[in-house]
């Protein structure tokens, strides 16, 4: 049966992690974390603090542009929400009262 992490948990096993001079597989090993959820931490964790790079290619002359796009992240144990550059207001208005006002 898997086991549901508290967000201070997964950011105490994080710190942890970095002080431990551990790979990410020693590591979770150690503290009894399934491998593949220890690096989704990790890797959550990097995506929030760095963001990433986005390409995109244009499909006329064949070119292939890169930025750097960081979301603006909101999250709780059970809800996450990721904005972009340019995201479309009305349609986040409309999730936040689904979730707010549909009980």
Known sequence: MSRNYSEEEKNQHLDQYKVSGKTKTEYARTNDIPEATFRAWVKEEAYS?????????NSENNTATAKFVKPIIFSNENIRIELREGFDKEFLKRIIEVLVYDK
């Open 49 to 57: 603090k760095y963001g990433i790079l986005e390409e995109t290619v």
